[in-house]
Every structure is written in C-alpha cells, then in structure tokens.
C-alpha cells in the first residue's frame, strides 16, 4: 500500500512523522539489547540461540540443534558418534562386544570413552549417592531411567508429570 503524501494535512504528517520517531527509538532500544545479550552469549562461549532456550526464550522458528557427533577409540581405530544413538561400526568392534553391559548404555559408554561428551553432558544430578547427567527438558536418558524407576520403587510412587518434576527437584538439589 502507498500513501500520497502530498494530500495529508499537517497534522497528519506530523502525527506519521511522530510515530515514526517512536519507531525509531524502540528500534535502537531493541539494537542495543540485542548487543547486550550477545555480549552474554559471547562471555559464555554459547550461541544467542543456546542462552535464549537456557533462559527460557527462543523461537518458534529456530533451526532445529544439529546432534552432535563425539569420537572414540575402539580397537584402535578412530570412530564417530552422537549423543542420540551407537552407531554400527561401534556395536561391531571386538572391543564393544566385550563390554560389560552397564557401558553399553549410552550414556554410559559416552561418558567413559569421550571427555568431549562428560563435558558437553557434567554430572548435575545425584540419587542414593550415585551422579548423573540429568537434562531438564525431553526423555530421561537409560542412566536417569533406572535412577527414577528407583525412586519410584523406594517410594512406593507411581509415574506422573507431577513424581517426575518431583524427583528432578529432589536429585538436583
């Protein structure tokens, strides 16, 4: 849509003219706050999208976070996964297969052979004397599973939204 100018009154363009100064002015606000927060962003070595979900922001448009791909050593050679799931060439190395159980898990074996992954993933968590990474947000991990089935047991609980939220409270305290 155009306006004709030339066929407002005054007033009308001076109204315009105030309006758009205001405008203006909410416009450099939002510039400056926006360089404040990425001055946060950049101190905390996190992306501007990474301290809006950990404030609580974001937006529904974001680009959906790239998994993460995490090396480890495995019958000497060098291979590649994500924090989501073992790859085959992993499960199919002579040294996995002789794994006790427990580090077969996921998060577990993560843990035990990629520093790079105990740091992404620290221990925030801790049940009967026992740590654990436990993210707040999504599914519960295997590791934190079996730690709230044991909550769950030596509570004589049942599973809710509600025993969830009380046992994430309760372990990362």
Not at 6 to 34: F, G, N, P
Not at 119 to 125: E, K, R, W
Request: aromatic share 10%; net charge positive.
């Amino acid at each position: 849509m155009t306006t004709n100018f030339s066929k407002m009154t005054r007033e009308q363009l001076d109204a315009i003219q105030l309006q758009l100064s205001e405008a203006k002015k909410q416009l450099d606000q939002i510039d400056e706050m926006k360089n404040e927060v990425q001055a946060l962003a950049d101190k905390y070595g996190k992306s501007l999208n990474e301290l809006l979900s950990i404030v609580g922001g974001g937006t529904k448009t974001s680009v959906k976070k790239e998994d993460k791909k995490y090396s480890v050593q495995l019958d000497g050679k060098t291979l590649s996964t994500s924090s989501k799931q073992l790859t085959k060439a992993i499960k199919d190395t002579e040294e996995y297969k002789k794994l006790q159980e427990e580090y077969k898990v996921l998060d577990t074996f993560l843990r035990a052979y990629s520093t790079e992954y105990s740091q992404d993933y620290p221990f925030n968590a801790i049940y009967e004397g026992n740590q654990f990474y436990l993210g707040m947000k999504g599914t519960m991990n295997a590791v934190t599973k079996k730690y709230y089935a044991q909550y769950l047991a030596d509570n004589a609980f049942t599973d809710s939204a509600d025993t969830k939220q009380a046992f994430k409270k309760l372990v990362s305290q």
